[in-house]
C-alpha cells in the first residue's frame, strides 16, 4: 500500500512540474526600444515612457513573441539552439502590455 501511494505521489509531482519547465524553455526576450509600442504602452498603462523604456526588455512566450515582433515563431526558435532567442517588439498586444505591468509592478490584484 505505502508502495502504490509513494509511486501515486511521484506521478502527481512528475505531471505537475511538467507545465512549468514547458513555460519556461519557450521564453524570447522582447526589446522595447521601438518608439510607437513604447508610447502605446505608456498611454494604455498610464505610466511615463521612460518607466517603460527603463525595462528595456521583457520575457515572453516564443509564440506571442512571434506575433509581437512579426517574425515567424521558426526563426526564433531557430535562434535559440545558439543561445536566447531575441526579437524587438513592432506591434503593442495585450500580451505585451501585462508582461510590462507585471515587470513594472504596476498590475492591479
Not at 509511486?7 to 505531471?15: G, H, T
Not at 524587438?88 to 500580451?95: E, F, I, L, Q, V
Request: glycine fraction near 4%; aromatic fraction near 0%; charge should be positive.
Amino acid at each position: 500500500m505505502r508502495k502504490l501511494m509513494t509511486v501515486a505521489a511521484a506521478a502527481a509531482l512528475s505531471f505537475s512540474a511538467t507545465p512549468v519547465l514547458a513555460q519556461n524553455s519557450g521564453l524570447v526576450v522582447v526589446d522595447l526600444t521601438n518608439a510607437d509600442v513604447l508610447n502605446n504602452l505608456a498611454q494604455n498603462l498610464k505610466v511615463n515612457v521612460s518607466d517603460i523604456s527603463a525595462l528595456n526588455n521583457v520575457s515572453i512566450p516564443i509564440g506571442l513573441a512571434a506575433a509581437m515582433c512579426d517574425v515567424n515563431a521558426n526563426v526564433l526558435a531557430a535562434q535559440k539552439k545558439t543561445g536566447t532567442p531575441t526579437c524587438t517588439a513592432k506591434n503593442s498586444t495585450s500580451a505585451l502590455q501585462k508582461a510590462v505591468q507585471t515587470k513594472l509592478g504596476t498590475v492591479n490584484q
